[in-house]
């Protein structure tokens, strides 16, 4: 008696268990991934890959400090770059689980809206940039109150302002790369000490 009750128990605890479990393995999460540069982009991905990509970018850190003086040693050796080292490119990267959903569907509409506002952002802040480089005047109307206040763009302090941010994200591109490059050297020189230290 006690046998089967105990038996009976144990069934419908693991069938009504299994469904949870299993439901639980499979959400897809939504994550924000940050790049050294601030670019955001989204995907979807698996618990297991996220927890994987979380895992990678906590090791990477471990390596960070000594790539970043070896990046500014090769920095300042190459004659090609009159600024200093930009440490900002040293930011780790950064990811975020936004949203979890147990369709890949729901999930992947809801990366596609979380992409459109970060490109709405995007184009809002290249408005701002063409008011803050526009020239403001008064128009006298005929009557009282008929002021009106006209923009015009001041093409040669938005040219130079672009120019000046171009520049700015080719010497941060540059800096990336070379920071990037040394991170792969710091970790295969971490991995090939691990090796030698096994044996």
């Known amino acids: 008696m006690i046998k089967a009750s105990l038996f009976s128990f144990l069934a419908i605890t693991i069938l009504w268990t299994a ?15 940050q790049d050294r540069l601030g670019n955001e982009s989204y995907k979807v991905m698996s618990r297991t890959e996220f927890r994987e990509l979380e895992k990678k970018c906590r090791k990477e850190a471990s390596y960070a400090t000594k790539a970043l003086s070896l990046a500014q040693r090769a920095w300042k050796e190459d004659s090609n770059n009159t600024s ?31 992409t459109e506002r970060e490109n709405e952002q995007a184009k809002k802040r290249e ?18 109150g008929n002021n009106r206040r006209t923009s015009k763009v001041d093409t ?3 040219k130079k302002a672009t120019d000046k941010l171009e520049e700015r994200k080719a010497t941060l591109e540059r800096a990336c790369t070379l920071y990037e490059s040394m991170l792969v050297k710091c970790r295969e020189e971490a991995e090939e000490r691990r090796k030698k230290s096994a044996f």
């Not at 490119?89 to 890949?104: D, L, Q």
């Not at 408005?127 to 009282?144: M, V």
């Open 19 to 33: 469904p949870c479990a299993h439901g639980f393995g499979n959400m897809h999460v939504v994550v924000k991934r």
């Open 127 to 144: 408005a701002d940039l063409k008011r803050k480089h526009s020239k403001q005047s008064w128009t006298r109307g005929r009557g009282r």
């Open 156 to 158: 040669k302090s938005l």
């Open 84 to 114: 200093p080292f930009p440490r900002s490119v040293a930011k780790p990267i950064k990811v975020r689980a936004m949203r979890e959903f147990k369709e890949k569907e729901d999930a992947r509409e809801m990366a596609s809206k979380y």
